[in-house]
């Protein structure tokens, strides 16, 4: 699919990041949390990384990104590692495309984070996350372009990082509407399957590496064909997204 805007940091900035922090809300922590399964699909490709990783997860339930303090977070030894986070991804609020409010909210902090943590030697990348289906009430089709031109604008205006997660899921539910990648009792929150395909998105657009083929099974939750088809997707999306 084309979109009208299209991102300006085609390549990670970071390569092969090891000290990673990434700051959200319950869309980063449900799953057995997207840092566990980035972190172990990460190792299962290159298992001699295992050692060097340091990441990281600060989450709080329904938080937009202004409820973090980030200057404690980044602050070098503050949680646990000492050097400076060499890059950090933001999650804001679920609704911040489609809420003027919210979207001004997560505008504002975004900006000021991606500010403190370039002083400390990092850079930020900006998560694209999924938009709502049914049974929640602002389910809607448009939502998926509103997530992609809204983020995307704002990455090019931080020159930032924009991981497209949210178009991974539109594209897995187009070539299997079966599928269940948000829980079934609210369209909000992602399954394990929906936090296995985010976590395949991230790594192919921080790492620059295919997961297809990745041996990591979550835990053994997610089976062989799912595994491969999820992996697809989040290749094929990165790939589109950035023009490789």
């Known amino acids: ?6 991102p300006v940091v085609k390549s990670p900035q970071v390569d092969t990041p090891k000290r990673l ?5 319950s869309y980063l922590y449900y799953g057995d949390s997207l840092h566990n399964l980035l972190r172990n699909m990460v190792i299962a490709d ?3 990384l295992a050692k060097a990783l340091q990441y990281k997860s600060a989450t709080i339930g329904g938080s937009s990104l202004d409820h973090h303090n980030i200057d404690w ?5 503050q949680i646990g590692v000492k050097e400076p986070f060499e890059l950090v991804i933001l999650q804001g609020h679920s ?3 489609i809420d003027a409010k919210q979207g001004e909210t997560h505008i504002k902090a975004a900006k000021a984070a991606a500010a403190l ?5 990092g850079k930020v990348a900006l998560y694209m996350p999924h938009s709502y289906v049914a049974p929640h009430k602002q389910a809607a089709p ?7 031109d809204y983020y995307v604008k704002l990455g090019n205006e931080l020159n930032a990082l924009v991981i497209p997660v949210g178009l991974a899921f539109a594209e897995a539910y187009k070539r299997d509407p079966g599928l269940q990648l948000h829980k079934a009792y609210d369209g909000s929150h992602p399954s394990k399957a929906g936090t296995y395909l985010a976590a395949a998105t991230v790594y192919a657009a921080l790492y620059h590496r295919s997961p297809v083929g990745n041996t990591f099974d979550a835990f053994g939750e997610v089976d062989p064909k799912t595994r491969l088809f999820l992996q ?3 290749w094929d999306t990165v790939k589109q997204f950035y023009g490789r």
């Open 1 to 6: 699919m084309a979109w009208a805007l299209e």
């Open 21 to 25: 922090l990434l700051i959200g809300n």
């Open 46 to 48: 290159q298992p001699g």
């Open 73 to 77: 977070l980044t602050k070098p030894g």
């Open 95 to 97: 609704g911040a495309a």
């Open 117 to 121: 943590i370039a002083e400390r030697g």
């Open 142 to 148: 448009e939502n998926v372009q509103k997530n992609n």
């Open 232 to 234: 697809q997707v989040a």
